[in-house]
């Protein structure tokens, strides 16, 4: 089962140690909500209307979840993560809305 937050993204500048080039809709970074650790690292694609987004930029996102127990006490709105490239942050989100969580 897939599910979907929205967020605000925003990716550091090359200068802060991020990305040197644009994301576009459909990136699969890692999604690290406990630290720089394994625990808490999921795997979540990232989806957005319109151009590439450049690093050091912000934006509106939905991001999908393949949902695993233990995920659940992460999606709540103001829940802020890490977005990495391996070990390499890249960028940071915060939950603004949790669509419909499975039951249990």
Known sequence: MVVRVQAELTLLSAEE??????????????????????????FGQVHFDGDPMEPGESGLVSVDFMYRPG???????????RIQEG???????????????PEG
């Open 17 to 42: 140690g991020g990305r040197r080039t644009a994301i576009a809709s459909g990136y699969r970074p890692n999604h690290v909500f406990e630290g720089a650790g394994e625990k808490g690292h999921w």
């Open 87 to 101: 070990a390499r942050l890249v960028g940071t989100a915060v939950i603004t809305r949790v669509d419909k969580l």
């Open 71 to 81: 995920l659940r006490k992460y999606l709540v709105p103001g829940t802020q993560w």
